[in-house]
Structures are given as structure tokens and as C-alpha cells.
């Protein structure tokens, strides 16, 4: 079992930044895969970055150059930097972690994110 925190979440003006943060309860040097999700009300959860293995890293297409995922083995935390934050990046934001082996995926509760125009 692994569970795992966001915090981070907020209000912020169109423009601004916030780091969003997940810790795990175990190392995150053994979990496979660690994502950062979004959801907003009636459409499905996607992908917003992901970090593999620790060394790739993968974004969707709407945030590339403007949101970094970047990780912290000592303290078990994957963080998501975003910055030039838009109003289409409202969205509560949620943690996924992928293990190896049989692929187990585990889900944080999430974190809402408002960004205002």
C-alpha cells in the first residue's frame, strides 16, 4: 500500500505559479511511475506530467515549458512547478503512483487548483 499527500493547491492570478507536492508513504525510488492528473467537472482525468524510472520525464502537450515534474528521494515528494498558469488550468489535481511488477496504481485525493482571469 502507498499513499500519498498533495498539497499546494490554491488561487492564483493568470500568470502567476504554485508548486504542487506529493509525498508517498514509502520510497519513491521503488514506485515505477509518478503522474500529476487533472480533472475538471464532466470531463475525464488526464495526464499533466509524469516522471518514469526517474529519468523521463513526459507532459501533455498543453503545459510543455510551463509545468516541470521534478522529484525528492530523501524526502519521498514529487513536485509539480507550474508557472504562466492559465485559467484552463483550473482543474483539481491529483497524484498517481505506478508500481513496477504488477502495476499496482494508487491515487491521492487531490488539490484543487483556481486560477483567475
Known amino acids: 500500500q502507498v499513499q500519498l499527500v498533495e498539497s499546494g493547491g490554491g488561487v492564483v492570478p493568470a500568470g502567476g505559479s504554485l508548486r504542487l507536492s506529493c509525498e508517498a508513504s514509502?520510497?519513491?525510488?521503488?514506485?515505477?511511475?509518478m503522474g500529476w492528473y487533472r480533472q475538471v467537472p464532466g470531463k475525464e482525468r488526464e495526464l499533466v506530467a509524469a516522471?518514469?524510472?526517474?529519468?523521463?520525464?513526459n507532459y501533455a502537450d498543453s503545459v510543455k515549458g510551463r509545468f516541470t515534474i521534478s522529484r525528492d528521494i530523501a524526502k519521498n515528494i514529487v513536485y509539480l512547478q507550474m508557472n504562466s498558469l492559465k485559467p484552463g488550468d483550473t482543474a483539481v489535481y491529483y497524484c498517481?503512483?505506478?508500481?513496477?511488477?504488477?502495476?499496482?496504481?494508487?491515487w491521492g485525493q487531490g488539490t484543487q487548483v483556481t486560477v483567475s482571469s
Open positions: 516522471i518514469i524510472t526517474g529519468r523521463h520525464t
Open positions: 514509502k520510497t519513491i525510488y521503488s514506485i515505477n511511475t
Open positions: 498517481k503512483a505506478t508500481m513496477g511488477g504488477g502495476g499496482t496504481v494508487y
